[in-house]
């Protein structure tokens, strides 16, 4: 008889993994509570990296999954096409409207069920926007290389991985790359003198790819993260976002914060672009909306955006965009027990003291490992970036240990993202389990 693993091999078409079934089997999952899985062979291991960086509240909250169950009994669909909603999906639009702070100006949020879709429709509003403002030609877009966006061939044109973009064709002509704002780099292998030149160069690379685009009126928006997560864990400069949106302001040129990693507390605030010191056009949320129970994303339309739509309706008529499960009503019945979760736990100030507690401690714990050449981070997102040892090597040892973290191979970095829910004493033993395997492959 076949076990799971080899059912698993012959039937399975996995998400970034190779084609081939001659390939060790994978990581079968059977249970999950709070930040521990098991796996079909009974193993349990740490995650430190909150599944794909979205168990916020942790695995198997029960008040979310009280929730669901209440809402499949109750609607267990209901469609928010041509008009119709659902009690949940409405309470949950007002609920994200309310939790952006009094000054944020976001006006409408559009659901969807990931963060790809997030930013499809965060495209597809530029475009919108702009045809509305009669300016027709700004069709493209600029993010920065090394971002994730999504997958589709829309965001995968625009997240700057060039892994992702061969074998599709991509990217499409109309998705132009700036530089990943990584102070690290600059400083110490770039010959930068300080974080203010860095960021001249930033500003002065942005400017003359807005330029070569065929000038601001050819292009759109820019879209990027608070803090780039896949793209190594890279806090930017302190004046990195007021200097590109100056740019981007001279320029008329829309600013979308894909949040899909950063909201939801992992940055110890709802949103993560409330750190950086900007007023964004559009916001895209996806993973701890619901922390990963089950899937949803929000697109926010901030003030700018929705008054030229709201202006030019008759010349729009009909949005036409959407999806069969947008605002799907057990979906953002999770994600309003989500945040629930959040606000009476108080998870975004804990999360916070742990996301200190991680950073000072990992840097204690490496301080004189020689491989460990750069600790960065904020809130519960770390990274350590390494020399003379491989990331991926590393993280298969903590994987041995039981623990799980991400390796960021373009940038030879573990990265950190444990839930918020993670104790101290976990956390010690996290940063135990990554010192005991660097000073091993130290050796
Ligand atoms: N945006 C960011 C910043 C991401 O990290 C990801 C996924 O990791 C996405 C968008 C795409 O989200 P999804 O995989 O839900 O489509």
Request: aromatic letters at 8%.
């Amino acid at each position: 008889m076949e076990n799971l693993s080899q059912i698993d091999i012959k039937s399975h078409l996995h998400p970034f993994t190779p084609i081939s079934e001659d390939r060790t089997p994978g990581r079968i999952v059977d249970h999950a509570e709070g930040i521990r899985i098991r796996d079909q062979h009974g193993r349990t291991y740490v995650d430190a990296i909150s599944g794909l960086w979205c168990v916020n509240v942790g695995y198997g909250n029960r008040q979310i999954a009280d929730a669901i169950q209440q809402a499949s009994r109750t609607v267990s669909f209901a469609p928010t096409m041509f008009g119709a909603s659902n009690e949940y999906a409405t309470r949950l639009a007002d609920r994200l409207l309310r939790l952006c702070s009094g000054a944020s100006g976001m006006r409408k949020v559009f659901f969807g069920h990931s963060g790809s879709d997030a930013n499809e429709t965060a495209l597809k509003l530029a475009r919108l926007y702009f045809l509305a403002s009669g300016q027709p030609m700004r069709t493209k877009f600029i993010s920065c290389w090394d971002s994730y966006h999504g997958t589709t061939l829309a965001t995968a044109s625009l997240s700057g991985l060039p892994g992702h973009h061969r074998n599709f064709a991509l990217p499409d002509p109309s998705f132009l790359h700036v530089s990943a704002p990584d102070v690290f780099d600059a400083l110490t292998r770039r010959g930068f003198s300080s974080e203010d030149d860095y960021v001249d160069f930033l500003v002065k690379e942005m400017e003359d790819t807005i330029i070569a685009a065929g000038g601001g009126d050819k292009v759109a928006a820019f879209f990027v993260e608070p803090l780039m997560a896949v793209g190594g864990i890279l806090p930017p400069p302190s004046n990195y976002f007021p200097r590109i949106k100056e740019v981007l302001d001279r320029h008329d040129i829309l600013l979308v914060i894909d949040d899909v990693v950063c909201a939801f507390g992992r940055l110890g605030h709802w949103f993560g672009w409330e750190t950086t010191g900007v007023q964004p056009d559009m916001v895209s949320l996806a993973k701890g909306l619901t922390s990963g129970c089950v899937p949803m994303s929000a697109t926010l339309v901030g003030e700018r955006v929705w008054s030229v739509l709201e202006q030019h309706q008759d010349q729009i008529g009909v949005f036409g965009h959407g999806f069969t499960m947008s605002g799907h009503p057990v979906a953002a019945a999770a994600a309003l027990a989500n945040i629930e979760v959040i606000e009476r736990e108080n998870l975004l100030s804990k999360g916070k003291d742990t996301g200190n507690v991680l950073l000072y401690t990992v840097r204690n714990a490496t301080r004189y490992i020689p491989t460990v050449v750069n600790v960065r981070g904020r809130g519960l997102l770390v990274g350590i970036e390494l020399a003379g040892v491989q990331a991926s090597e590393v993280a298969q040892k903590c994987l041995d240990l039981g623990l799980i973290v991400r390796a960021i191979v373009g940038r030879n970095t573990i990265a950190l993202a444990p839930p918020l829910i993670t104790s101290e004493d976990d956390i010690l033993k996290i940063v135990g389990t990554i010192r005991k395997v660097l000073v091993e492959s130290n050796i």
